[in-house]
């Protein structure tokens, strides 16, 4: 069974870059899954952040496209995160997660069905 | 961006009751649409696909319905276990959106 761990500081400075790591475990990083990143502010829902392929192909919310960056290092079986010029709006817990298709009547679905327990970052000076 | 609205945000409910969660697309988008359950402190768990299809090892008492703009989400016997916030994801299209979340607490 897959796994997802997230790693990274904890607390990040006011116009500065929040970076963190995914580890994959359990499956490899080079399968036909996409990699993603979803945040949730403390109380709040879910926000979709972006994705990644092992191939490098990614999607990005347009919301925050401007300031993402999403990587993958196949060597280490890992993706990561980049979130620049952050401001206290981005504190959240971030969650790394698989992105896998299934099959309905024919049709692929894919969509997050393993994730990793979530790190809270917090934007404070 | 296609806006997902639950409702209600949250219920109070008793164990054994049937409860069901709406979820209401701002356009069509088939049946690419997941349920996820998220405890408190833990990370969300998928539970329905498609709609309508049960994750592997979810519980038969966890059902999903709708295609187009309307879905539903319907536990038949409320557990203990159950008690959390559920969200509806669209996959539809770019960006991905989420429901605003329906909390369930205990009656």
Known sequence: QVQLQESGPGLVKPSGTLSLTCAVSGGSISSTNWWSWIRQPPGKGLEWIGEIYHSGGTNYNPSLKSRVTVSVDKSKNQFSLKLRSVTAADTAVYYCARKKRYFHESSGHEFEDYWGQGTLVTVSS | ?107
């Open chain 2, 1 to 107: 961006d296609i806006q997902m609205t639950q409702s209600p945000s949250s219920l109070s409910a008793s164990v054994g009751d049937r409860v069901t969660i709406t979820c209401r697309a701002s356009q069509g988008i088939s049946n690419y649409l997941a349920w996820f359950q998220q405890k408190p402190g833990k990370a969300p768990k998928s539970l329905i696909y498609a709609a309508s299809s049960l994750q592997s090892e979810v519980p038969s008492k966890f059902s999903g319905s709708g295609s187009g703009t309307d879905f539903t989400l319907t536990i038949s016997s409320l557990q203990p276990e159950d008690f959390a916030t559920y969200y509806c994801q669209q996959y539809n299209s770019y960006p991905r959106t989420f429901g605003g979340g329906t909390k369930v607490e205990i009656k």
